[in-house]
T-cell receptor, first 109, second 110 residues
């Protein structure tokens, strides 16, 4: 039931854009996005509760396609501070929470 | 606001022993979830507590148990420790679907 993320890893230069995808085989109630830096706890980025919902925070935004059971995280004009591992988290209708497989993002100067 | 706090920071135990980890949620948060994160892996959901009851449980054996107190703080207990229980244990508190993580407890089982 663990959501699958793609790509597994990506390297960007500062200022480039990236898209991280999250796909589930089960019906989703919500999708969360987190960033975890090495040796630190995951940090909540945003939650999408409804199919079709889109949210954004500064240059990071996300969308949720409920019918396709997919979500995407968009990082625009990446900064060095964006480096880390990104996880989607999905909650099914039974209130069970699953983190995705993770995407390692490295931003280089 | 102190955020989510966990204790202890690090812990070393031997196989067969029992361990108790503690978590204090962010002020005003009434829901606490526990996760296990093995090295290089994503967090795995253990269980969630709300109003002192276990509300949801992930795919973990009964050796993993928990408790939530009236002040919303929580404990995670693991009995009969195995080498495979070595991991970072994360506590997260939530309010209205936003989940905030504590720094974690690093458990090493020898």
């Amino acid at each position: 039931q663990q959501p699958v993320q793609s790509p597994q890893a990506v390297i960007l230069r500062e200022g480039e854009d990236a898209v991280i995808n999250c796909s589930s085989s089960k019906a989703l109630y919500s999708v969360h996005w987190y960033r975890q830096k090495h040796g630190e706890a995951p940090v909540f980025l945003m939650i999408l509760l409804k199919g079709g919902e889109q949210k954004g925070h500064e240059k990071i935004s996300a969308s949720f396609n409920e019918k396709k059971q997919q979500s995407s995280l968009y990082l625009t004009a990446s900064q060095l501070s964006y480096s880390g591992t990104y996880f989607c988290g999905t909650e099914n209708t039974g209130n069970q929470f699953y983190f995705g497989t993770g995407t390692s993002l490295t931003v280089i100067p | 606001d102190a955020g989510v706090t966990q204790s202890p920071t690090h812990l070393i135990k031997t196989r067969g022993q029992q361990v108790t980890l503690r978590c204090s949620p962010k002020s005003g948060h009434d829901t606490v979830s526990w996760y296990q994160q093995a090295l290089g892996q994503g967090p795995q959901f253990i269980f969630q507590y709300y109003e002192e009851e276990e509300r949801q449980r992930g795919n973990f054996p009964d050796r993993f148990s928990g408790h939530q107190f009236p002040n919303y703080s929580s404990e995670l207990n693991v009995n009969a420790l195995l080498l495979g229980d070595s991991a970072l244990y994360l506590c997260a508190s939530s309010w209205l679907n936003e989940q905030f993580f504590g720094p974690g407890t690093r458990l090493t089982v020898l």
